[in-house]
């Protein structure tokens, strides 16, 4: 085991080492060739006459270039490296991450028409909007307005229409009539 750990050490100073050999020829590269500062200057000139849009497709496009020639002489040096994407939130846990700023924090809490629309969409669904998040979604309709409140009743009043003329008996539909009564009681 102890080797294991040495080789291990040894392998990331290398790759360290390699990662500075490197940065440090790019770096070279830059400071040798007088041509390009000549060219900067003269891109600097040029950039002065760009509008903001073609000023910022410029300096994208530079970026972008650099990190092609990052990733080229990484891979010539033999080191790769490991892309880390971070974990995005589902709609539904930022919807209710929304809700629940909108009830603990309304100072910072900011109107957000996505995630409004989401609550309002999934409401009826005891899977998506969990009885602990219903209740301050009961809240949050109270200062519903507008477009968003007439909707909200007449979809309430057409699956109420709905439901009453079937007569099953399933748990979940009787959750989901009993979830929308208190949502018309609530805004009509």
């Known amino acids: 085991m ?20 490197v940065a440090q020829k790019g ?16 891109a600097t000139k040029e950039e002065e006459k760009l509008t903001a849009e073609e000023r910022r497709k ?6 972008k270039e650099r990190k092609k020639k990052e990733k080229q002489l990484m891979r010539e040096a033999g080191i790769t490296t490991k892309k880390v994407e971070p974990q ?12 629940t700023s909108w009830s603990e924090n309304r100072e910072e809490w900011k109107f957000q028409k996505t995630r409004q629309t989401w609550l309002l969409l999934h409401m009826y ?9 219903f ?24 699956f109420m229409k709905e439901f009453d003329g079937s007569d099953a ?15 018309l009681q609530l805004l009509s």
């Open 2 to 21: 102890p080797k294991m750990n040495g080789e291990k050490k040894e392998k990331a100073e290398k790759r360290k080492k390699l990662k500075q050999h």
């Open 27 to 42: 770096e070279l590269e830059l400071e040798t060739e007088p041509k390009k500062k000549k060219q900067n200057l003269q």
């Open 58 to 63: 410029l300096e994208r496009k530079l970026k």
């Open 88 to 99: 995005k939130q589902s709609g539904s846990e930022r919807a209710l991450a929304y809700l």
């Open 125 to 133: 669904d005891k899977e998506k909007v969990p009885d602990k998040y």
């Open 135 to 158: 209740t301050i979604l009961l809240d949050y309709l109270q200062g519903l307005q507008g477009g968003a409140r007439d909707i909200t009743v007449q979809k309430a009043e057409a």
């Open 169 to 183: 008996e399933d748990p979940n539909l009787l959750e989901k009539c009993e979830r929308i009564r208190q949502v």
